[in-house]
């Protein structure tokens, strides 16, 4: 038998058939630039209301010891939880992004290696770090790494934040080492061929012509990185590290740990990590807007 | 013959030091405090008012008095370093820190890591801060209810074990306190001194402590393995028995606002110079 008609077509006229437009997600989509993107997209007028809410809903719950009471006790620790607390999760992240960035960028050239052991080996040091939990790695090293190190009868002490660093160090290496990978496959192969037949060797084709194409792709997604990082800092508290929340915490024990000290000083933390973290969001946002593929 | 004789002296040889070192002291940690001239002491920072902070960021309280003592007697510098719960031994393994005070329940599987000289220099209980209108009178009413507590405390798995109460455990006192007043639990279980104390703020009107205290408990200040037999071992072990004679535990007792304990005064009264009035 014959087929007369299609069912789908003949119901629309012909320059209506079924077809799929091209896709234009709205809002952030989930990549590795979701948080910063999330955090970025925040509109300030937003943040200033809630900023001006905040304190109001807090003192309207309050109770015997009030929150009147708990925010002036917040006043006189500010000082200490900004100079002996939060310094402390800028240094942490400021040197374990360094460390990182560092020991990213060989891992992630190691990955795209000619050597076939160099390139194992870069691979599957990123994949152990980037599957790991951080507060696991954060562990192993806080404790199995020594407190002091003697070099020739000069004994240095290694303090505990200084131990965090290596730790945190160390998944956003492998992060990293991914950026790079793949920003170096992310420019077309026809540029090493156009290399090629200018006589460029590999590494100098890598070094004189890939990379400095690399290099603004590879801002955007680093610093959502560094975004990452310094709000995983608290992270060390966990284990006892002196930054903002071991100290917000042992604040509010000096304070007979009235339950009302937790909306104001936790409160603080938050809004220390946003005013910090907000304006990179912003920028990251901007260098990605800028530098995307035309 | 002549062969074997040889192997076996030096075999003898080789295992002499080894045994010998096994039962004499070396004293490292007493040596290495008395050439850099500073003792490091391990206390905590979280815990008013054995050891917290002034709003200057120092660590004051009555174990960092303590520490201060045992400095002034050695002669030496003291640095204070705030430990938590769930690193304080691995410090003193370690030997990040050379003595620890830091609030610590005597414990026989403490004992194993650490040393921990005896006399012990204060003992407190377990018991549960509750509200009034729940009116518990015995622990076996916890069976099977929600119990708030604070991480690393060893009590939790007593009253989880013996009574089959449900512990919830948080990061901090503060936490905990608030999760009684949500009502996520019906009672806060912690030692019984700082239950008193938070008793005596008058913030905690409509709550009670109703149970008897259990497990009294001393604490222990604590020495790495090695010395527990040594000099520092011992002389820690004389510290706490001036500490128990003099009645200086009793006065920081009442310096720092603590409520008088039973125990400190039997200590007090079981140490004293009985010859002294006679």
Redesign the interface.
């Known amino acids: 038998m014959a087929i007369k008609y299609i069912p789908v077509t003949t119901q629309y006229k012909q320059d209506r058939l079924a077809v799929l437009k091209p896709f234009s997600p709205k809002g952030a989509a989930y990549d590795e630039m979701y948080f910063v993107r999330w955090l970025g997209g925040l509109k300030l007028k937003y943040v200033a209301l809630a900023a001006l809410l905040w304190p109001a809903i807090a003192f309207a719950q309050s109770?015997?010891?009030g929150m009147g009471d708990a925010f002036e006790a917040l006043l006189?620790?500010i000082?200490?939880l900004t100079f002996?607390g939060f310094l402390y999760n800028v240094l942490i992240s400021i040197f374990a992004m360094t460390i990182g960035t560092v020991a990213g960028m060989a891992l992630g050239l190691g990955q795209l290696s000619n050597i076939s052991a160099v390139r194992r080996f870069a691979y599957f040091t990123t994949q152990i770090f980037r599957n790991s939990p951080w507060l696991v790695i954060l562990f192993v090293i806080l404790?199995a790494f020594?407190?002091e190190v003697t070099v020739f009868d000069i004994t240095i002490p290694i303090p505990a934040w200084m131990k965090a660093v290596v730790g945190l160090s160390l998944p956003v290496m492998a992060n990293i080492s991914e950026i790079v990978r793949g920003a170096v496959r992310s420019v077309p192969s026809t540029q090493w061929e156009a290399a090629e037949s200018l006589s460029f060797n590999r590494t100098q084709t890598m070094w004189q012509i890939i990379l400095p194409q690399c290099f603004k792709r590879m801002i955007p997604p680093w610093m959502n990185w560094y975004a990452i990082l310094t709000m995983a800092t608290p992270l060390c508290s966990l284990?006892?590290v002196?930054e903002i929340i071991t100290?917000s915490?042992?604040?509010?024990?000096?304070e007979?740990?009235?339950?009302e000290?937790?909306v104001p000083f936790y409160g603080y933390a938050l809004v220390v990590f946003f005013v910090y973290c907000y304006p990179i969001a912003r920028l990251t946002i901007a260098l990605e807007k800028r530098f995307a593929f035309k | 013959m002549k062969n074997f004789m040889s192997i076996s002296l030096l075999a003898a040889a080789l295992i002499s030091p080894s045994l010998a070192t096994a039962e004499t002291c070396e004293n490292e940690t007493w040596n290495k405090i008395m050439t850099r001239g500073k003792l490091v002491v391990g206390v905590k920072?979280?815990?008013?008012p054995w050891g917290?902070?002034?709003?200057?960021?120092e660590i004051i309280g009555m174990e960092p008095d303590l520490a201060a003592d045992v400095a002034e007697t050695m002669g030496v510098e003291l640095e204070l370093m705030?430990?938590?719960g769930?690193?304080r031994l691995?410090f003193l393994e370690?030997?990040?820190i050379d003595i620890l005070i830091a609030s610590m329940t005597d414990l026989p599987d403490r004992r194993k890591i650490v040393g921990i000289p005896s006399p012990n220099y204060y003992s407190s209980g377990t018991n549960i801060l509750s509200p009034k209108k729940l009116g518990f009178t015995q622990w076996e009413e916890l069976r099977g209810k929600p119990v708030c507590a604070v991480q690393g405390a060893y009590f939790n798995k007593l009253v989880e074990n013996r009574y089959g109460a449900k512990i919830s455990a948080f990061?901090?006192?503060?936490?905990a306190?608030?999760a009684l007043?949500d009502k996520k639990c019906v009672a806060f279980v912690f030692d019984d001194s700082g239950i008193m104390s938070?008793l005596a703020?008058?913030?905690w009107d409509d709550f009670e402590m109703p149970l008897p205290t259990e497990d009294a408990a001393s604490w222990g200040l604590a020495v790495p393995k090695a010395e527990e037999n040594c000099v520092l071992g011992r002389f820690m072990s004389g510290m706490q028995f001036y500490w128990h004679r003099e009645e200086t535990l009793v006065e920081l007792e009442k310096k720092w606002g603590i409520q008088s304990t039973s125990y400190l005064a039997e200590q007090a009264d079981k140490y004293a110079d009985h010859l002294l009035d006679k």
Not at chain 2, 45 to 48: E, H, T, V
Not at chain 2, 52 to 57: A, F, Q, V
Not at chain 2, 171 to 175: K, L, N, R
């Open positions: 109770g015997g010891y006189r620790w000082p200490f002996q404790l020594p407190f284990l006892g002196g100290h915490r042992q604040a509010m024990a000096a007979n740990n009235y339950p000290l937790l | 920072a979280d815990y008013k917290y902070r002034n709003s200057g960021g705030p430990v938590v769930s690193n691995q370690q030997g990040q990061q901090g006192t503060a936490e306190r608030q007043r938070s703020s008058g913030q």
